[in-house]
């Protein structure tokens, strides 16, 4: 692990890449080259934005009829593998410790769903609640626009799905509860190790992952189907502790199961190289060999189909792994059905809903 005087302690990034979209800006990317760190303030800052749209489409072959909605921007949990971190690009950020200390919030974000909800053009279709940033980050114990936004959602009796590796989750248990009623959600609880110090570096500011078996188990005696996310799976790093997360997710009443293989697009490949080699200097060359095994010997991987899983010998022994940890322990499990037919639009204040309970 890594001892360096400049490691920055609970951030999973120790460096600010450079934006591509910015014409000046710093970078320290190359921290032996200079005579001190380019930081001075470690603390997270707050940016609010009020967008005209919350709800999106997803425009992507592997996601198809998905549509997503994220009230943060960044996220504090600092995970080191986040593909979300070049978004933060666009807001005028680094994809490095910005990502974590820069934090844009959409406060208005469920008024600004149920107008879209009001539309007659609407037609319900799942959402993805988090699928770019965990929308249990942190700032939500404080802000709590995710629970706005769940109230939305059962008023509307509109189906959602939510990804989190936060235990702040079962806040909302009551919330969740009711739209598992009308059979209307699932989630999915994100445990990439269960090994501590790992987690510890790979994912600094979440919550462990005994914390989060119990979010699964606490989910499913509540009747809210819930499963777990194995991923991304590092080759080299998390990926032999695929049977024992999956064994342990199904013991505390998982349903289901998923996984991807970590792909080190754009700003992520010089973030995640730093880290791994501060880190775990023994192993980092060989888990960076093997990622790019997985994707055409390079660490980006664009191609819709097969971007999410690999290709190669490694990454197929990753999907046998996966598939045979599943049949093992989830077999005849399920999440069931989302009804599509329940979503309703309230009447306007003064009006009686009709033929409606």
């Given at each position: 692990?890594?001892?360096q005087?400049?490691?920055?302690?609970g951030?999973?990034a120790q460096?600010?890449t450079a934006n591509?979209?910015?014409k000046?800006s710093?970078?320290?990317?190359?921290?032996?080259a200079?005579?001190?760190?380019l930081?001075s303030d470690?603390?997270?800052?707050?940016f609010?934005e009020h967008?005209?749209?919350i709800?999106?489409k997803v425009d992507?072959?592997?996601?198809?009829?998905?549509?997503?909605?994220?009230p943060?921007q960044?996220?504090?949990h600092?995970?080191?593998?986040c593909?979300?971190?070049?978004?933060?690009?666009?807001?005028g950020?680094s994809a490095g410790l910005d990502?974590?200390r820069?934090?844009?919030?959409?406060p208005?974000?469920?008024?600004?769903?149920?107008?879209q909800f009001?539309?007659?053009?609407?037609?319900p279709s799942?959402i993805m609640?988090?699928g770019n940033t965990d929308?249990?980050?942190p700032?939500?114990?404080?802000?709590?626009i995710?629970?706005s936004?769940?109230e939305?959602?059962?008023?509307?009796r509109?189906?959602v799905?939510?990804?989190?590796?936060?235990?702040?989750?079962l806040?909302d248990?009551?919330?969740l509860?009711g739209l598992?009623?009308?059979?209307?959600?699932s989630?999915?609880?994100?445990?990439t190790?269960?090994?501590?110090?790992?987690r510890?570096?790979?994912?600094?500011?979440t919550?462990t992952?005994?914390q989060?078996?119990k979010?699964i188990e606490?989910l499913?005696?509540?009747g809210?189907?819930?499963g777990?996310m194995?991923?991304p799976?590092?080759?080299g790093?998390?990926s032999?502790e695929?049977?024992?997360?999956i064994?342990?997710a199904?013991?505390?009443?998982?349903?289901?199961?998923?996984?991807?293989?970590?792909?080190?697009?754009?700003a992520?490949g010089?973030?995640?190289?730093?880290w791994i080699?501060?880190?775990?200097p023994?192993a980092?060359d060989?888990?960076?060999?093997?990622?790019a095994?997985?994707?055409?010997?390079?660490?980006?991987d664009?191609?819709?189909?097969v971007?999410?899983?690999?290709?190669?010998?490694?990454?197929e022994g990753i999907r046998?792994?996966f598939?045979s940890?599943?049949?093992?322990?989830?077999?005849?499990?399920s999440f069931?059905?989302i009804?599509l037919?329940a979503?309703?639009r309230p009447a306007?204040?003064?009006?009686t809903e009709?033929?409606?309970?």
């Amino acid at each position: 692990m890594a001892e360096q005087e400049e490691y920055f302690k609970g951030r999973g990034a120790q460096i600010n890449t450079a934006n591509k979209f910015l014409k000046q800006s710093y970078a320290e990317e190359h921290i032996e080259a200079i005579d001190e760190p380019l930081l001075s303030d470690e603390r997270t800052q707050v940016f609010y934005e009020h967008p005209k749209k919350i709800v999106n489409k997803v425009d992507s072959p592997d996601l198809p009829g998905m549509y997503s909605m994220n009230p943060y921007q960044g996220c504090e949990h600092g995970c080191i593998y986040c593909y979300a971190r070049n978004v933060h690009e666009y807001w005028g950020f680094s994809a490095g410790l910005d990502f974590e200390r820069k934090i844009v919030v959409k406060p208005d974000a469920a008024k600004v769903m149920e107008k879209q909800f009001m539309s007659k053009n609407w037609k319900p279709s799942p959402i993805m609640l988090s699928g770019n940033t965990d929308c249990y980050q942190p700032l939500e114990r404080k802000l709590k626009i995710t629970r706005s936004l769940l109230e939305v959602l059962l008023k509307f009796r509109h189906p959602v799905s939510l990804i989190t590796k936060n235990s702040l989750i079962l806040r909302d248990t009551d919330l969740l509860s009711g739209l598992a009623k009308l059979k209307l959600i699932s989630v999915m609880v994100s445990i990439t190790s269960l090994k501590e110090e790992l987690r510890l570096a790979m994912e600094p500011r979440t919550t462990t992952a005994k914390q989060r078996l119990k979010v699964i188990e606490e989910l499913s005696k509540a009747g809210i189907p819930t499963g777990v996310m194995t991923a991304p799976i590092i080759p080299g790093l998390n990926s032999s502790e695929i049977p024992a997360i999956i064994k342990a997710a199904a013991h505390h009443g998982a349903v289901g199961a998923g996984y991807t293989i970590v792909r080190l697009n754009g700003a992520i490949g010089p973030i995640f190289r730093d880290w791994i080699h501060k880190n775990f200097p023994d192993a980092a060359d060989k888990v960076m060999n093997q990622i790019a095994d997985c994707h055409g010997g390079q660490l980006n991987d664009s191609r819709y189909g097969v971007r999410m899983r690999g290709e190669g010998k490694i990454a197929e022994g990753i999907r046998l792994l996966f598939r045979s940890a599943v049949r093992k322990h989830l077999s005849g499990r399920s999440f069931g059905e989302i009804d599509l037919t329940a979503f309703r639009r309230p009447a306007p204040h003064g009006q009686t809903e009709l033929f409606q309970d």
